[in-house]
């Protein structure tokens, strides 16, 4: 009797049928130094890679990424969890002529759980022409009073462009009465308890909220880890093809260029970070096993399963299908996750393995005592 491998054809052993039992025949197995694997990437670790991305948008970029399948990938148990939904509701599809013509604005929280550092509120800004978004972290509604004009003056200098009109909810701390005077913009308001008014930004958290929960089941965090989630969200959407766009992504047609997905990875993934040579000896560990965290400010970031230091390095192993948190009793609540709109920010970081700190712009401090600090983060990031 061969016992074979069908996806290969490959005969794996040879059995003999002793009372409707084969047994293997140990001499005649074969060597596993005789079989292999594909180094290119299968598309359900795209799938994973991406924020467990549509068939239909996988399947765009399928000319530009390299798979092993000329399909798509089977289904998946992540997705119904994640993003199945109830009511979606419709949307006016507008694009504005020019980036910074219109952007939109709206807040969430408190959250019922506090992220691992300290925030409850999030304000939301998408940008109406590219879809761009970025997303700011907050610990109280006031400090929008004082991020919102730091974001003019960020739009001003890095893309040398000015805002032309904003678009919010009746939400006092978005009145911003003086910067509107001050600046000649136009502030649109929806009517009260329409949010379908507001429908850009609405939509916008629907979509980070999927994929914040696809990544939070699929990789199993404790809870309080949901800001990564949510932020590695933010990164990979920016880079997600959009009908609305034509099929190109908000960050193609804001900055005229492709993004690089070579170095994407699965959220919550093992991987092993190289030790530092000067806290080395001839007998201690070369690796440190980590679980990978996403991609603050563009970098990889990763967590020490000893320590719970979160740090940054360029010397890392990914081991993509192994979850270090898939072994430990699932956090999920029975409550649906997000109830409402969550969009945090992506957070400044220390460089190579140094704990990460957020801070305020040219404040940027590390300490080996703690993985976090208290300060807000007021820097925009998107890429």
Request: charged share 15%; net charge positive.
């Amino acid at each position: 009797m061969y016992i074979q491998d069908h996806t290969r054809d490959l005969t794996i052993g040879r059995g003999t049928l002793i009372h409707s039992l084969y047994i293997l025949k140990k001499e005649d197995t074969l060597h596993s130094s005789n079989f292999c694997g594909s180094l290119i990437v299968d598309d359900r670790l795209w799938h994973h890679r991406l924020g467990h991305l549509s068939s239909a948008k996988l399947q765009h970029l399928s000319g530009i990424l390299p798979m092993t399948k000329s399909t798509i990938h089977d289904h998946c148990e992540v997705c119904p969890l994640a993003k199945q939904k109830r009511l979606p509701f419709s949307s006016n599809n507008h694009l504005s002529e020019n980036p910074f013509d219109l952007v939109h604005l709206d807040i969430w929280g408190p959250f019922s759980v506090e992220s691992v550092d300290g925030f409850k509120y999030f304000l939301t800004i998408v940008d109406d022409c590219t879809r761009v978004t970025w997303v700011y972290m907050l610990r109280n509604k006031s400090e929008v009073t004082k991020i919102f004009p730091v974001f003019v003056k960020y739009v001003h200098t890095q893309y040398n462009s000015i805002i032309k009109a904003i678009c919010s909810d009746n939400a006092p701390e978005l009145a911003f009465t003086q910067l509107v005077k001050d600046t000649g913009m136009i502030h649109h308001f929806s009517c009260a308890y329409t949010p379908q008014q507001n429908s850009v930004v609405e939509r916008k958290h629907q979509h980070l909220l999927n994929v914040a929960r696809a990544l939070l089941f699929q990789s199993n965090l404790p809870l309080v880890y949901w800001s990564e989630c949510i932020q590695t969200a933010v990164f990979l959407i920016n880079r997600t093809p959009s009908l609305i766009l034509q099929k190109i992504s908000p960050y193609e047609k804001l900055f005229k260029k492709k993004p690089d997905y070579n170095f994407l990875r699965s959220f919550g993934c093992l991987c092993y970070v190289s030790t530092l040579v000067k806290d080395r000896t001839k007998f201690t560990s070369r690796a440190e096993p980590c679980v990978f965290l996403g991609y603050p400010s563009g970098y990889k970031e990763v967590m020490n399963l000893n320590t719970n230091v979160i740090s940054i390095s360029r010397n890392v192993i990914f081991h993509e299908t192994s979850f270090p948190f898939r072994n430990v009793p699932s956090n999920l609540p029975t409550e649906d996750l997000f109830h409402h709109t969550i969009l945090p920010m992506s957070t400044l970081v220390a460089l190579d393995t140094l704990p990460v700190h957020h801070t305020l712009p040219n404040h940027v401090s590390a300490s080996s005592s703690a993985s976090h600090s208290s300060a807000t983060s007021v820097t925009p990031q998107i890429v």
